[in-house]
């Protein structure tokens, strides 16, 4: 735990996914709210088809959504959200003819009933 999900227009040629996903989990760990790097869990999934509003003009989006254990507060749930989102926005050059959207949302998962084991 947790589990974070990245999804990504196709017209973000210039994503670097596996640095994103490593400075994603970076930020998550250094959040001290995680017991260790192994649990940290995420990928990334590249939209091809996608419209963004009504406009014809060239846009974008970055969502990510953090899936992680119930029982934390808003105020750590909105810290994550910003610490994620303030990692994306420093992710380097955006392509200029793009409107981008950056979102982090933040979700329980249900301690009840989540099951997990590692193996190896």
């Known amino acids: ?3 974070l999900h990245l999804e990504y227009t196709a017209n973000l040629t210039g994503l670097a996914v596996e640095k994103t996903l490593l400075r994603l989990n970076n930020v998550l760990m250094a959040s001290g709210q995680f ?3 192994f649990d940290i869990k995420s990928r990334a999934v590249k939209v091809e088809s996608f419209q963004v509003g009504t406009s014809i003009n060239p846009r974008g989006f970055i ?3 953090l899936s992680m254990l119930s029982g934390r ?3 750590v749930k ?4 910003q610490s ?8 380097g050059e955006w392509p200029a003819n793009v409107q981008l959207q950056l979102s982090v949302e933040v979700l329980d998962i249900d301690r009840d009933s989540y099951s997990k ?4």
């Open 84 to 91: 994620l989102l303030a990692a994306l926005q420093d992710l």
């Open 63 to 65: 969502a990510v959504t």
């Open 35 to 37: 017991g260790s790097e």
């Open 78 to 81: 909105q810290q994550l959200s």
């Open 73 to 75: 507060s808003p105020q």
């Open 117 to 120: 084991v590692a193996i190896g």
């Open 1 to 3: 735990m947790p589990h």
